[in-house]
């Protein structure tokens, strides 16, 4: 049996989420499709192009993302705090960006709305400013543009997702670093690129080529910095050069033949994390997140059970594995 989404999500444990969406029947809906002779790559663009739509709306951090022929993954950061903070008419001028703002709400910003009218408006901004801090209507936000421009382009009706999307909690640093780099590292698992610089349409790759300001992408994603890159909160908790060292060693573990020696010294990230060298590459190859609805130490998952009133939580044995120590 399935869990609803919001029953999976509990701010009050972690902000970050691991979300994955899957094209229906698998099918290379917006890739090269060789069954049907049909190429479309291009759509890859439109999910891109979303997400930045979304980043200007949504108090959603993107953290990492890599989208791949039949499949996208996200990891995201909410922001409860900010969504908070917003204003009224920054509320207003949000979800103005996505959808069309009611008679009502126009009524009430010139002052000229009735009693019951103001009533209304300020419902319906209060659901407002929760929703745009909500990962379902995120969601929500991107699949159902993206299935009805692609069903609009090939002309016909019908499913495009193979089921709603799945989510992952990411319950502490460890957690959150081991869902990038899985993430980071589709293109290269998969055999569709030999680096993490190569991968095309993955966080990675853009982050590289911003900072060597080899391309400039239009439009820009904002993707919540490293460490170094902040001067405030909020930002990853780890360096660029961590991590791409990190992907680097991992990239080197789980592509077979793949030309390079691997060095002999651990990297720092998986020292300081405490991580399991042998569980970490598991992790790392295909279909090695073994994980349910939360990724982290054993603990975390156990508290996370607990407070989502749930008697039993998926992974804990690979939990165990993955982190020692914890």
Not at 169 to 179: E, F, I, N
Not at 221 to 247: G, M, S, V
Request: glycine share 6%; hydrophobic share 40%.
């Amino acid at each position: 049996m399935g869990y609803a989404r919001k029953s999976l999500v509990s701010l009050q444990d972690t902000p970050y989420y691991h979300l994955i969406g899957r094209c229906v029947r698998r099918a290379w809906l917006w890739g090269f499709d060789e069954y049907a002779g049909k190429d479309y790559s291009h759509r890859k663009q439109w999910v891109l192009d979303r997400l930045s739509r979304l980043s200007q709306a949504f108090a959603v951090d993107l953290c990492s993302y890599a989208i791949m022929s039949n499949h996208y993954h996200l990891v995201v950061r909410i922001d409860q705090h900010r969504a908070t903070a917003w204003s009224t008419e920054e509320v207003i001028a949000r979800w103005g960006l996505i959808f069309r703002i009611p008679p009502v709400i126009r009524l009430y910003q010139s002052g000229e709305a009735t009693r019951a009218e103001r009533q209304a408006a300020e419902k319906t901004l209060r659901t407002w400013r929760l929703r745009l801090h909500d990962v379902s209507w995120y969601m929500r936000c991107l699949n159902e543009y993206l299935a009805r421009r692609a069903n609009a382009e090939d002309r016909c009706s019908g499913r495009f997702w193979e089921s709603r999307f799945k989510s992952q909690a990411l319950l502490d640093d460890t957690g959150l670093v081991a869902a990038m780099a899985y993430v980071d590292l589709n293109p290269v698992r998969a055999g569709i690129a030999a680096t993490p610089e190569a991968s095309d349409f993955t966080s990675v790759k853009a982050r590289i080529d911003t900072a060597a300001q080899t391309r400039a992408e239009s439009p820009r994603l904002n993707l919540l910095p490293f460490k170094e890159d902040a001067h405030r909160p909020p930002y990853l908790p780890f360096t660029l050069k961590d991590y791409l060292q990190l992907l680097d060693w991992t990239g080197r573990q789980i592509r077979q033949g793949k030309r390079g020696h691997i060095d002999a010294a651990q990297p720092p990230i998986l020292e300081r994390l405490q991580i399991d060298q042998g569980a970490w590459q598991g992790m790392m190859r295909s279909r090695g997140n073994r994980f349910g609805r939360a990724l982290g130490p054993l603990d975390h998952l156990r508290v996370h059970a607990i407070t989502l009133a749930q008697s039993w939580i998926r992974g804990l044995k690979q939990a165990a594995q993955l982190f020692p120590q914890s």
